[in-house]
């Protein structure tokens, strides 16, 4: 599921910015091709929830490299879009939310940080209890009535 969020940001980013802007999802050994974005995800994690539902925890941090002479205010700009653009993604047919977006500038670098958090159930095909047979009464003095 990691990878599909990966391409969900890797599709909007690329149906908003067009094909000016390049869009990474792996290492760059040499040479990149400003303006560009490098989409990398930052400790996944899953916390255990009760009847057997899971929540899938993924950060991602995607970096921005500008092109232009005026970094700052290119930086500011697309940032400014970022906040609106990566609020939903779609992943297979289903729009999923970014939430705790906010992103920070560093060494003319964009860092915008997104999480999309998902529940996941598993499926429980134990037998279920067929009959119930309860047994009881009141209490009055020494005898027990049923």
Do not use: W
Not at 85 to 93: D, T
């Amino acid at each position: 599921m990691l990878n599909n969020i990966i391409d969900g940001i890797s599709v909007k980013l690329d149906g908003t910015f067009g094909e000016k802007f390049t869009i990474y999802s792996e290492n760059v050994e040499q040479g990149i091709n400003e303006p560009c974005f490098f989409i990398v995800p930052l400790n996944p994690s899953k916390v255990p929830y009760p009847s057997g539902r899971t929540l899938k925890k993924n950060s991602f941090d995607v970096h921005y490299f500008p092109k232009s002479n005026d970094k700052s205010f290119e930086i500011n700009e697309i940032a400014e879009m970022l906040l609106e653009e990566l609020e939903y993604i779609e992943i297979e047919g289903s729009l999923v939310r970014g939430t705790n977006m906010n992103f920070e500038i560093i060494d003319n670098v964009l860092h915008f940080f997104v999480d999309y958090n998902y529940f996941t159930i598993k499926s429980n095909d134990t037998d279920k209890m067929d009959a119930v047979e309860l047994f009881g009464g009141l209490k009055r003095g020494d005898s027990i009535e049923n």
